[in-house]
């Protein structure tokens, strides 16, 4: 039987946090480049890392664990702002998120995604609104 140590088992998930936050760093990097602004390029890099690994953390502590779900919470954090968990206006997302009696972790940020799409749509700011 193969046995593996707690320290073994630390190693595989920080090398696993290591890639999903680069990885996850370049995709956010791609799709919306001015979610973080600094003078260097490098800067600019060490500070989005730093943001996702911060919503990476948040995500886990709702519960959520697919690669999937972590993409969907970090594109929430980038659009609403790093800090929107501090926000009144959306308590209401990490409460859901981590209420477990509400579904699956999956299906949670799949209503949480539908919430505030419905609330940009009442604003009139849904990118799917045909003029």
């Known amino acids: 039987m193969l ?3 707690g320290e073994q088992m630390q190693a595989l998930h920080k090398d696993f946090d290591d890639r999903l936050i680069a990885d996850m760093s370049a995709w956010l990097e791609t799709l919306l480049p ?5 003078d260097t390029a490098e800067e600019r890099a060490g ?3 730093r943001r996702v690994a911060e919503a990476l953390r948040l995500s886990r502590r709702c519960g959520l664990s697919a690669a999937g779900d972590h993409r969907s919470y970090l594109l929430v954090s980038a659009m609403l702002g790093w800090d929107f968990n501090t926000q009144p206006q959306y308590r209401w997302i990490e409460e859901c998120l981590g209420n ?4 699956t972790p999956g299906e949670r940020m799949a209503d949480v995604l539908q919430a505030l799409q419905g609330q940009l749509a009442s604003q009139g700011a849904s990118p799917c609104t045909q003029t």
């Open 3 to 5: 046995m593996i140590r």
């Open 34 to 38: 001015e979610s973080v602004v600094a």
């Open 47 to 49: 500070a989005l890392r």
């Open 100 to 103: 477990a009696s509400l579904g």
